[in-house]
């Protein structure tokens, strides 16, 4: 279209490019906010439906840049309504049909609702020192009580914070900041260096799509029962596998001497991705049902919102970095160095229990004994 227009600058099109992330910015986070605290998925989900069909009445009749860049940014903005919920309301599906399947059909809520009344015995066992005189269990039942009436509720700005989300949300930015760029620099590569073609260059959004359709329901299948089997630690290991493939990947495109090169590492990038983003985007969820939060689709909210935001800096910085440093330097430097952003971003909750762990050890080497708090 830009070179029908004869607006086909590099500068033009990552502007274009960044529309999309500033729209979602602007909707990801509200959207989750707002479906938590009404409890109405159906809403924003048929206003984001209304905006994607304006999106595409839109382009048709577009043949200005500024109609692109209006038809990028409510792209953007039914995208960042829509997405966040779905996931939630997929999520939401997924747990009823588990206790279902895991319980049969006879009082699937009773059961569940017994489960967690368990569970949350459990954590209080686990935060509260319990002890046999009267003074205590009172204080034990008044704070179970609090815990009843504030496990549905967590700010916003508390649960960004957490760890779990917060690393999930760090490594959610680089790898979409390492998509973006790739994105907006690959086609004009492929156009600039091998004189490829739009329909050509349109077979790297095509083979995409397909990875993600192919793969993505194996990859999590695998992911899951990895997980299962071996507790919550295989995650990180998960998740370091699929940045090593990925560096891998972005390594080889940035030195591609052919067209086919560069579609089958694209292939392998788009499935290493998967790797990485399925369980860091599982995170969310699961972070949230074991604490029993009603704060679902705030946590997809803040999950798009992180992609949003690097779907917004990243093709204006790629495009103008292919323009003064070239295609190599940009795609196997740069982005070769948020895979190692990332990887060690993931090591960082192992490495400080380590240090903990040696402190622990040279403290009881040095007293003889731990404390009752360091004991608990």
């Given at each position: 279209?830009?070179?029908?227009?004869?607006?086909?600058?590099?500068?033009?099109?990552?502007?274009?490019?960044?529309?999309?992330?500033?729209?979602?910015?602007?909707?990801?986070?509200?959207?989750?906010?707002?479906?938590?605290?009404?409890?109405?998925?159906?809403?924003?989900?048929v206003?984001?439906?209304?905006?994607?069909?304006a999106?595409?009445?839109?382009?048709?009749?577009?043949?200005?840049?500024?109609?692109?860049?209006?038809?990028?940014?409510?792209?953007?903005?039914?995208?960042?309504?829509?997405?966040?919920?779905?996931?939630?309301?997929?999520?939401?599906?997924?747990?009823?049909?588990?206790t279902?399947?895991?319980?049969?059909?006879?009082?699937?809520?009773?059961?569940?609702?017994?489960?967690?009344?368990?569970?949350?015995?459990?954590?209080?066992?686990?935060?509260?020192?319990?002890?046999d005189?009267?003074s205590?269990?009172?204080?034990?039942?008044?704070?179970?009580?609090?815990?009843?009436?504030?496990?549905?509720?967590?700010?916003?700005?508390?649960?960004?914070?957490?760890?779990?989300?917060?690393?999930?949300?760090?490594?959610?930015?680089?790898?979409?900041?390492?998509?973006?760029s790739?994105?907006?620099?690959?086609?004009?590569?492929?156009?600039?260096?091998?004189?490829?073609?739009?329909?050509?260059?349109?077979?790297?959004?095509?083979?995409?799509?397909?990875?993600?359709?192919?793969?993505?329901?194996?990859?999590?299948?695998?992911?899951?029962?990895?997980?299962?089997?071996?507790?919550?630690?295989?995650?990180?290991?998960?998740?370091?596998?699929?940045?090593?493939?990925?560096?891998?990947?972005v390594?080889?495109?940035?030195?591609?001497?052919?067209?086919?090169?560069?579609?089958?590492?694209?292939?392998?990038?788009?499935?290493?991705?998967l790797?990485?983003?399925?369980?860091?985007?599982?995170?969310?969820?699961?972070?949230?049902?074991?604490?029993?939060?009603?704060?679902?689709?705030?946590?997809?909210?803040?999950?798009?919102?992180?992609?949003?935001?690097?779907?917004?800096?990243?093709?204006?910085?790629a495009?103008?970095?292919?323009?003064?440093?070239?295609?190599?330097?940009?795609?196997?430097?740069?982005?070769?160095?948020?895979?190692?952003?990332?990887?060690?971003?993931?090591?960082?909750?192992?490495?400080?229990?380590?240090?903990?762990?040696?402190?622990?050890?040279?403290?009881?080497?040095r007293?003889?004994?731990?404390?009752?708090?360091?004991?608990?």
């Open positions: 279209m830009f070179e029908d227009m004869e607006l086909a600058s590099e500068s033009q099109i990552g502007i274009v490019t960044t529309m999309f992330g500033i729209g979602a910015l602007i909707t990801s986070i509200f959207s989750g906010i707002l479906s938590d605290r009404t409890g109405s998925r159906k809403l924003l989900l206003i984001g439906a209304i905006g994607y069909s999106c595409g009445i839109m382009l048709y009749f577009a043949h200005k840049l500024w109609h692109i860049l209006l038809y990028r940014l409510l792209n953007g903005l039914a995208s960042g309504c829509v997405y966040p919920i779905a996931i939630a309301t997929v999520v939401a599906v997924g747990s009823l049909l588990a279902l399947l895991a319980f049969g059909i006879k009082e699937p809520l009773s059961v569940h609702a017994r489960m967690l009344e368990k569970r949350e015995i459990s954590v209080l066992r686990k935060e509260i020192s319990i002890d005189s009267e205590s269990s009172l204080s034990v039942n008044s704070d179970a009580e609090d815990f009843k009436n504030t496990k549905n509720s967590m700010p916003l700005w508390k649960l960004i914070f957490q760890w779990q989300v917060l690393s999930a949300s760090i490594t959610t930015l680089s790898m979409g900041m390492l998509v973006g790739l994105e907006s620099v690959l086609p004009l590569y492929s156009k600039d260096k091998f004189g490829a073609s739009a329909s050509k260059i349109g077979l790297l959004f095509v083979l995409n799509g397909s990875v993600a359709i192919l793969l993505s329901a194996p990859i999590g299948w695998v992911i899951n029962r990895l997980i299962s089997r071996h507790k919550e630690k295989m995650r990180m290991y998960i998740v370091l596998t699929g940045l090593a493939l990925t560096g891998v990947a390594l080889i495109l940035g030195f591609g001497t052919s067209f086919a090169m560069i579609l089958a590492f694209e292939a392998l990038l788009s499935a290493s991705i790797v990485v983003n399925i369980p860091v985007m599982s995170s969310f969820g699961d972070f949230v049902n074991g604490l029993g939060l009603n704060s679902m689709a705030q946590c997809y909210g803040i999950y798009n919102l992180f992609w949003a935001l690097s779907s917004t800096i990243a093709p204006p910085a495009t103008f970095l292919y323009t003064q440093i070239g295609y190599r330097s940009t795609v196997s430097g740069l982005l070769t160095g948020l895979c190692v952003i990332c990887a060690l971003l993931a090591l960082g909750e192992p490495i400080k229990r380590i240090y903990q762990s040696l402190t622990r050890t040279s403290d009881i080497s007293n003889g004994h731990l404390s009752v708090e360091e004991e608990e």
